[in-house]
């Protein structure tokens, strides 16, 4: 069977790969089998898929099934690794313009703190039935907290004491502000496990109660991710994919290539590119190291990103994201007076002259001086997206270790909060 993700490049055979990197990859293996890798207490990720579809899934959907028969539209709350993930991969697998009339509509709050925002997201909601998701590992996090301060009063505003019964809160099993709340208030809840980290929490209620609900195949798209474990289950390069774009990004890395692009030509994969960010970002951006990752959606970019990338500092790469087997398709016409020259096109269809162009960026961006890796994707459903999702956490864990740092902390991330407490006078706050 082909492998519903391949790597292809031209940059450096596996062999020399496995030469630099090969005993590293099998010793950092080996560590995180064995729970003796930095940053081991968040390795819970590894196993989801398999543990998710046996103990949590059915759970999973009847809540989602629950809020669908009682809401019109949702309001997922959460940032960073408690919304990214969700947002990925519905907007990934969800039709560009109808959506089916029995899917509920589902938008985010707490991913920013824009007035604007939550007051026109106030008003957007009244007419329709609401119900609310609530995400927070930690439970404290800021931004989160507020919008849910703001919606849980206008909840409770509409809805009285059956408010409750519209509102689930995900966060962890204990600890935190959003857990006592939900304790007390009777919120259907799941709990985040202490092992996984927010942007690897996609396997998690986090990600799969918000798809669930929004109409997503979380069971095709955990059977994808399934079927990962197995397949990057081996500690040698040769054998495991992710491990070789791991190794690659590294060799780029040393080499003085520091800024990696994520680039598709497939618009509704846009925000992947944004989760793929975070979870590179985030685990590598430390201690004074990592590759930056960027991204371009073709053939958009390709009239603003692209001149740079073509002609500009040389010091960045591409990963070019593929999707093999093209879904719906729209046929060129013929035009009888061919006013616009474009009959030569008129045998093809959109797709083919999409697929043209990527390989076109792709010569021409090599012959620019631009390292090149292909990522193809068999074909563009839930299952493949479960597979890519987990090809990339495996080969971000192994980059993140290769560059020695802790893939699963951000210590960095706090600078900023200790600035608003202080700027804000919170109680108790000693910055
Ligand atoms: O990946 C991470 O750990 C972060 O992006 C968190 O998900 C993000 O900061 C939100 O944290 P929390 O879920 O605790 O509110």
């Known amino acids: 069977m082909v492998s519903p993700v391949t790597v292809n490049q031209s940059l450096i055979t596996v062999s020399e790969l496995e030469s630099v990197f090969g005993e590293q990859v099998k010793d950092f293996h080996n560590a995180m ?3 003796t890798s930095k940053g081991a207490e968040y390795l819970g990720w590894r196993n989801l898929p398999e543990e998710v579809l046996a103990n949590e899934l059915e759970d999973v959907l009847a809540v989602a099934d629950k809020l669908r028969k009682v809401a019109e539209i949702v309001v997922v709350i959460g940032v960073g690794g408690s919304y990214l993930g969700a947002k990925a991969v519905q907007d990934a697998l969800s039709p560009y313009f109808e959506k089916k009339s029995e899917d509920p509509e589902i938008i985010f709050a707490g991913q920013n703190l824009s007035g604007t925002y939550m007051k026109q997201l106030l008003n957007y909601i009244n007419s329709k039935e609401v119900a609310v998701i609530v995400i927070s590992k930690s439970g404290t996090t800021t931004e989160p907290a507020i919008a849910f301060r703001v919606l849980l009063e206008y909840m409770e505003g509409r809805y009285g004491t059956s408010a409750s019964e519209r509102i689930v809160a995900i966060t962890d099993k204990s600890a935190g502000a959003l857990r006592e709340l939900t ?37 095709q798209l955990l059977s994808g991710a399934k079927d990962a474990v197995q397949e990057f289950s081996a500690a040698d390069i040769a054998s495991n994919s992710a491990y070789q774009y791991a190794a690659l990004r590294n060799h780029l890395l040393n080499e003085g290539f520091n800024i990696e692009i994520l680039a598709s030509f497939v618009p509704r994969f846009a925000t992947f590119h944004e989760w793929w960010k975070q979870l590179f970002g985030e685990s590598e951006g430390k201690d004074g190291k990592g590759v930056y990752p960027a991204s371009v959606a073709y053939p958009t970019d ?3 990103m692209g001149q740079y990338v073509q002609d500009g500092r040389r010091e960045l790469y591409e990963t070019f994201v593929q999707f093999v087997e093209s879904m719906e398709d729209s046929a060129i016409p013929t035009s009888a ?3 616009d020259g474009l009959n030569y096109l008129a045998d093809k269809t959109m797709n083919e002259i999409n697929e043209v162009t990527l390989r076109a960026t792709m010569e021409a961006h090599e012959a620019g001086g631009v390292p090149l890796i292909l990522l193809q994707v068999g074909k563009h459903d839930a299952y493949h997206i ?21 893939p699963f902390d951000q210590p960095g991330v706090e600078e900023y909060k200790k600035n608003i407490f202080r700027m804000l006078e919170k109680p108790g706050f000693v910055g």
Not at 195 to 217: C, E, K, M, Q, Y
Not at 386 to 406: D, K, Q, R
């Open 33 to 35: 089998a064995n729970g």
């Open 183 to 219: 304790n007390r208030s009777g919120f259907a809840s799941f709990v985040v496990p202490d092992d996984v980290g927010g942007r690897f929490s996609v396997f998690t209620p986090v990600g799969l109660l918000p798809l669930a609900v929004a109409g997503i195949d979380i069971k």
């Open 302 to 304: 390709l009239h603003s």
């Open 337 to 339: 007076d061919n006013l």
């Open 386 to 406: 479960g597979y890519l999702i987990y090809f990339f956490e495996t080969a971000c864990a192994m980059s993140a270790y290769l560059l020695g740092v802790n």
